[in-house]
């Protein structure tokens, strides 16, 4: 009987180790979204690679909370470098699939340190717990970020922090 509990609970580590694997899209090389998409798990973009977001393009984020604290789960986190090339007349929104009133919906964007800068050009966040998460060097200009929970842009680099 104790073996047959040992092996169950083993079982279940392993199950939930693959879910949790399972449950994000690791990008490893230049990759660019030119069309609309809704996020249904989190990304990660690795370090030797780049995330371009096109002008006009809207992220949709599904709401996913697997750990039930009333926050959603999903995230993206960039050790390689992100750019969002947004306009005044097109800008990138990346938003709840559905109105809501949540203040975190989602994570937010975490831009982890790296030796390759990012850059935010026109960009519309809204109901992240941390809209931007700054680790890292970013030039960013035509930020909106609405309705974000604890805080919408922290920055916290080891390099000079700046805001121009």
Known sequence: ?????????????????????????LITKDTTWS??????????VSENAILT????????IEYID??????????????????????????VAIKPVQN???????????????????NIEFLKLSNAQIGLNIKSKLRARGLSLDNCGSIGINIESTLSDSID
């Open 1 to 25: 009987m104790e073996i047959r509990v040992l092996t169950t609970k083993y079982l279940t580590c392993i199950l939930a180790t693959i879910t949790l694997s399972a449950a994000q899209t």
């Open 35 to 44: 069309d609309d998409l809704i996020l249904r798990k989190s990304v990660i």
């Open 53 to 60: 977001i096109k002008a006009g393009v809207s992220v949709f």
């Open 66 to 91: 697997t750990d039930n604290d009333e926050a959603g789960d999903i995230e993206i986190t960039v050790f390689g470098s992100i750019h969002i090339d947004g306009t005044p007349e097109a800008m």
């Open 100 to 118: 809501t009133v949540n203040k975190s919906y989602w994570k937010g964007i975490m831009i982890q340190e790296s030796n390759y800068p990012s």
